[in-house]
């Protein structure tokens, strides 16, 4: 089975830039989401097609992936963004998400 | 506005059975395909089952194939999870996603949840 690997915790400063990263084989190859989840709330797309942000979607969130690595950036990180951040990727009939990524700003 | 909601959701024993509806406005639910994800307590996110926009086409994670059926009315403008045979492990708030395609497939939109427990 295809499997996605991201780090359990990130931390930033305020204003600083976090970065997220989903490792999985050849994920260079296949399009990357991205969803922030929180505590009681609905998961929200923030990326997709590896580089496209929704309509609503701060431009502070980017996204790109190469290689075996799709990277979430949050530029200008604001208290709002502590979250659980998902990537995720469609593996043959699948729809594969990683572990998800504890993003604290303090 | 889209909106997906969810319900069904309760406390079932092990083994036992439930069954979760989505309610889909907003959109032609018809031309969309759609997902189930679950989330346990403590958990990450995990995919359950894909369902075609017409039905014709139907995917299930292993960990739920041949206890789960996805289906849908597209006159009622709904999604259901049949969940069979259910394990402790398998509580979680189960939401329903729309699927999109837009120079590649995604999950624009979300329903707020139903929560399944599973215990005695």
């Known amino acids: 089975s295809y499997e996605l690997t991201q780090p359990p915790s990130v931390s930033v400063s305020p204003g600083q830039t976090a970065s997220i990263t989903c490792s999985g084989d050849k994920l260079g190859d296949k399009y990357t989401c991205w969803f922030q989840l929180k505590p009681g709330q609905s998961p929200v797309l923030v990326i997709y097609q590896d580089t496209k942000r929704p309509s609503g979607i701060p431009e502070r969130f980017s996204g790109s992936s190469s290689g075996n690595t799709a990277t979430l950036t949050i530029s200008g990180t604001q208290a709002m963004d502590e979250a659980d951040y998902y990537c995720q990727a469609r593996h043959s009939t699948t729809w594969v998400f990683g572990g998800g990524t504890k993003l604290t700003v303090l | 506005e889209v909106q997906l909601v969810e319900s069904g959701g309760g406390l079932v024993q092990p083994g036992g059975s439930l069954r979760l509806s989505c309610a889909a406005s907003g959109f032609n639910f018809s031309s969309y395909e759609m997902n189930w994800v679950r989330q346990a307590p403590g958990k990450g996110l995990e995919w359950v089952s894909y369902?075609?926009?017409?039905?014709?086409?139907?995917y299930y994670a292993d960990s739920v194939k041949g206890r789960f059926t996805i289906s849908r009315d597209n006159a009622r403008n709904s999604l259901f999870l049949q969940m069979n045979s259910l394990r402790p492990e398998e509580t979680a708030v189960y939401f329903c996603?729309?699927?999109?395609?837009?120079?590649?497939?995604?999950?624009?939109?979300w329903g707020q949840g139903t929560l399944v427990t599973v215990s005695s």
């Open positions: 996603a729309r699927v999109v395609f837009s120079g590649s497939y995604y999950l624009d939109h």
């Open positions: 369902i075609s926009s017409r039905g014709s086409t139907i």
